[in-house]
């Protein structure tokens, strides 16, 4: 009787965090209905548009730099034995996923700002945007690569594709990449949403100039002090992009198990 009273407690508490999570989400779409004669024209403000435009093409940018730089890294990170690894993964994955993402825009500003010490200055422009954005995102790509990149080695058919002549090149293509393409559309997945949300970075380093660096993030942290209808607008925009994403991305990535 006592294990059934702690089961139910389970599924109580399951469907608390459910139910949490998806009215949060939808709330959005619910204060939009009070105001819908408002709400449809803001789809249509020009810098919400523009903000949007710029949101999707850093996220795009971010992304398939993620994607040349992080499947490389995850590959080393998996395959290779070297002193200081732990160390390396940790930086590579663990920090950046962790990091103040304000304080990274501040090291930005210091580093490639108008005071950069290298005497390049990129900041607050679209170069700002997508270097806020990939130090925030790409860990994504690299730690669900580099999992299933272990879990390939672990198992040994490396190992008997380089018996058969396979040079390493060739195991990578053949055997790493083709088995781990899930794995590396979850990340690639992650790595999108993250970079359509990021704020802190982008906000130091690129700043909020319409029409030029202002993404949908920044124009909601922006507008949010009047709460403009433009502001429920653009997150709704926001919020459903990434939505739509990840949906597709887990449907397309899990059909056919």
Not at 213 to 224: A, C, D, K
């Amino acid at each position: 009787m006592r294990s059934k009273n702690l089961i139910i407690i389970l599924y109580i508490l399951s469907i608390l965090l459910l139910f949490f999570s998806i009215s949060t989400f939808l709330y959005q779409y619910i204060a939009a209905l009070g105001s819908l004669k408002k709400v449809l024209p803001a789809f249509g403000n020009s810098r919400i548009l523009s903000a949007l435009w710029l949101s999707l093409l850093s996220a795009f940018v971010t992304t398939f730099l993620a994607i040349i730089f992080g499947i490389p890294l995850a590959y080393i990170l998996a395959t290779r034995e070297f002193k200081g690894k732990t160390l390396f993964e940790a930086f590579a994955i663990d920090v950046p996923q962790t990091f103040p993402p304000v304080a990274e825009g501040v090291i930005f500003l210091l580093m490639l700002g108008p005071d950069s010490p290298f005497h390049v200055n990129i900041a607050f422009t679209f170069a700002s945007l997508v270097i806020a954005k990939f130090f925030i995102s790409c860990p994504f790509v690299v730690s669900f690569t580099v999992r299933r990149f272990r879990e390939i080695r672990n198992s040994g058919i490396n190992l008997t594709a380089r018996s058969l002549g396979a040079n390493r090149f060739q195991v990578f293509t053949t055997i790493y990449l083709p088995l781990s393409l899930k794995d590396i559309a979850a990340g690639v997945s992650l790595c999108w949403s993250r970079a359509m949300g990021e704020l802190g970075g982008s906000l130091v380093f690129a700043g909020v100039i319409p029409f030029k660096t202002e993404i949908i993030p920044t124009f909601i942290g922006e507008q949010v002090k009047t709460f403009t209808i433009e502001v429920l607008a653009a997150t709704i925009l926001a919020t459903t992009a990434s939505t739509l994403a990840l949906v597709s991305f887990k449907y397309f990535t899990t059909s056919g198990d």
